[in-house]
């Protein structure tokens, strides 16, 4: 939270000068922080929620990933040069 503050801060240094620019910029920053903030509580709990992810989609794509790593290293010890 130190480097939140901090850095509204200093946009209302950068911003002085004119207090409706200060306002929107330090108005843009908070929303943007907002979003990130309840983004990353959403997903606390990946597998729960509205926005939860099946398991099931993961552990399919972590098998897929090692079956192309697979192909992959097989390709380069016999000096093929792997495609795709």
Do not use: E, W, Y
């Not at 908070?30 to 979003?35: L, R």
């Not at 990353?40 to 729960?48: E, K, N, T, V």
Request: hydrophobic residues 55%; aromatic residues 4%.
């Amino acid at each position: 939270m130190v480097p939140l503050a901090t850095t509204l801060l200093a946009i209302v240094f950068v911003h002085s000068g004119n207090r409706v620019t200060a306002a929107l910029a330090m108005g843009v920053f908070a929303a943007a922080v907002a979003v990130a903030i309840v983004m990353i509580a959403a997903q606390d709990r990946p597998f729960a929620g509205q926005l939860g992810v099946n398991p099931l989609c993961s552990s399919r794509s972590l098998r897929a990933d090692a079956k192309g790593r697979a192909r992959r290293d097989a390709a380069l010890d016999a000096g093929r040069v792997p495609s795709g």
